[in-house]
């Protein structure tokens, strides 16, 4: 499955940016998607999951906390593509924001920051916030 991101690039704070996802295929392997950012000189930390396809549990949505209420994370499932509309956004949100995709189990680790649960990882979208 290739993960190719958009949509990156510098705001200032307080505003807005929404980052999209395009998979090449959709397979059972890959229906818990969401991101990962990287800021410099930290670890990866993973902030948003949906739960794909059908059956138990689809949609099920997680965020973490450093992010919760601020940034929405949705899908196009016709065009296989995810989203992350990221509002109010803070200095400390500039980073490298990377569009990941792994099995159900991911949707439902512990901690999303997990990334032995990711499959497939897109090449990332930078994004930077400005004062």
């Known amino acids: 499955v290739r993960l190719v991101e958009s949509g990156g690039g510098s705001v200032q704070a307080g505003g807005s940016r929404r980052l999209s996802c395009t998979a090449s295929e959709y397979t059972d392997d890959s229906k818990c998607r969401g991101w990962f950012r990287q800021a410099p000189g930290k670890e990866r930390e993973g902030i948003a999951a949906?739960?794909?396809?059908?059956?138990?549990?689809?949609?099920?949505?997680r965020y973490d906390d450093s992010v919760k209420g601020r940034f929405t994370i949705s899908q196009d499932s016709a065009k296989n593509t995810l989203y992350l509309q990221m509002d109010a956004l803070k200095p400390e949100d500039t980073a490298m924001y990377i569009c990941a995709a792994g099995p159900r189990r991911w949707c439902r680790a512990a901690s999303l920051s997990t990334p032995n649960f990711v499959n497939y990882w897109g090449q990332g979208t930078p994004v930077t916030v400005s004062s």
């Open positions: 949906i739960l794909t396809g059908y059956g138990i549990g689809a949609g099920q949505i």
